[in-house]
Structures are given as structure tokens and as C-alpha cells.
């Protein structure tokens, strides 16, 4: 089984010293009855569609395909109701692992959030001195809950 273990933090961006070679990045979302997550993603000059478990601690399944660009933007058109996700992705390396850096935008503007895939759930990393907090269990930081609690409403942290 596909399985994604990943630990996400707040970071201080004065810390990072300067971003390039962003992925611009739109999703949407397909409701479910449960837990589920199915996620059309547009990256770049690619698109995926994503199917992802409920969390259990900083683990859950996750499949991922990569499907022809036009074929994501219709299923974002046509089965994808509400607002979109929309962020700036940007990889950095650090310490022997990649973490992905979003900025978001939109009704986000001013989240950033940090996040590093584990191999298991023990795997041990360094922090880098940009990140802040953990907010890996935290559900209102998952993408699928800024469509209808997004970062404008939030008290300000």
C-alpha cells in the first residue's frame, strides 16, 4: 500500500534567505462522505490526481497518479465545487531530506508551512532554524481545510 508519513511546521521566512525556482500550484477537491481526500493538482506544466486516507497520527495512505493536464482542469471545472488551494511550492534541501516550503495565496495569503516526508514514522531529522512550530496534527493546516476554514478567518497568530 501507498503510505504518506509527513510532519509539517510553521517557519519564519526571514530566516530562509531567498526562495527560487517555485512551483506555482492550484488544486481542488471532490467531496466525500468520509475522511477521504480526492485532489485534482495542477504543478507547474503536470497534473496529478490524489487520493489520500484519514491521518492516523502523521501517517495515512496515499495514491497519486500523474494525468494529462487537460484532463485536470476538466475535473477541476466540472467536479470540483468551491474555491481552490493555491500556493508557491519551493524545495529545499537540507540535512539528507527535501522539504517542501508552501506559500500560499488567495484566501491563504499569509500561511507558510513547511513539511518533510519520513520513511517511518521514527525517522529522525534535523530542524532546520527556519522552522518554528509543529503543526503536523493540527487539522486545520491540511489543504483540504482551508477551503472551508481558510487563513483570512483565522485569528491572527
Known amino acids: 500500500m501507498a503510505t504518506e508519513i509527513e510532519r509539517k511546521f510553521l517557519i519564519d521566512l526571514t530566516k530562509i534567505g531567498p526562495l527560487e525556482g517555485g512551483t506555482y500550484i492550484k488544486q481542488g477537491y471532490i467531496a466525500t462522505a468520509d475522511k477521504t481526500v480526492v485532489r485534482a493538482r495542477l504543478a507547474g506544466n503536470k497534473a496529478y490526481l490524489t487520493l489520500k486516507g484519514e491521518n492516523k497520527g502523521i501517517t495515512r495512505a496515499e495514491f497519486e497518479y500523474e494525468i494529462p493536464v487537460a484532463d485536470a482542469r476538466q475535473i477541476m471545472t466540472e467536479l470540483c465545487h468551491g474555491p481552490m488551494v493555491e500556493k508557491t511550492r519551493y524545495l529545499i534541501v537540507f540535512s539528507g531530506h527535501t522539504w517542501e516550503v508552501d506559500i500560499f495565496h488567495g484566501d ?24 518554528t512550530t509543529e503543526v503536523s496534527g493540527d487539522a486545520k493546516y491540511y489543504n483540504a481545510s482551508l477551503l472551508d476554514n481558510p487563513f483570512k478567518r483565522w485569528e491572527k497568530l
Open 108 to 131: 491563504n495569503d499569509g500561511l507558510v508551512v513547511a513539511e518533510i516526508e519520513l520513511e517511518n514514522e521514527d525517522e529522525s531529522f534535523e530542524l532546520p532554524a527556519w522552522v
